[in-house]
């Protein structure tokens, strides 16, 4: 089993910072990508940064410049540093990770946290 800690969130006003990190834990051979994901009401869930094993980021054009992902590997923790927060930011920011389970099994896992509600308002 594999679980998903996410840490942070809460309420920021506009043009503030505000950091989450995700800690995974369980019987894990080996993750490929963590990653965080955003969901505010009526939308649908999207994609906001991802980073490989490997270190290479993605980002959502919305939060390009303003949003930075890092992990480490040994901790097997995602960081999400968050910058010049706006209004549309404010969703529920889920925890993402996709991992082998075995050395031979290369199917891809994924998994997800519960989510942590961030809300950008004055």
């Known amino acids: 089993q594999v679980q998903l800690v996410e840490s942070g969130g809460g309420l920021v006003q506009p043009g503030g910072s505000m950091s989450l990190s995700c800690a995974a834990s369980?019987?894990?051979?080996?993750?490929?990508?963590m990653g965080w994901y955003r969901q505010a009401p009526g939308k649908q869930r999207e994609l906001v940064a991802d980073?490989?094993?490997?270190?290479?980021?993605n980002y959502t054009n919305s939060v390009k410049g303003r949003f930075s992902i890092s992990g480490d590997n040994a901790k097997n923790t995602v960081y999400l540093q968050m910058n010049s927060l706006k209004p549309e930011d404010t969703a529920v920011y889920y925890c993402?990770?996709?991992?082998?389970?075995?050395?031979?099994?290369?199917?891809?896992?994924?998994?997800w946290g519960q989510g942590t509600q961030v809300t950008v308002s004055s």
């Open positions: 993402n990770a996709k991992f082998y389970r075995t050395l031979m099994d290369r199917r891809e896992y994924e998994y």
């Open positions: 369980g019987t894990i051979f080996r993750f490929n990508a």
């Open positions: 980073i490989t094993r490997g270190g290479i980021t």
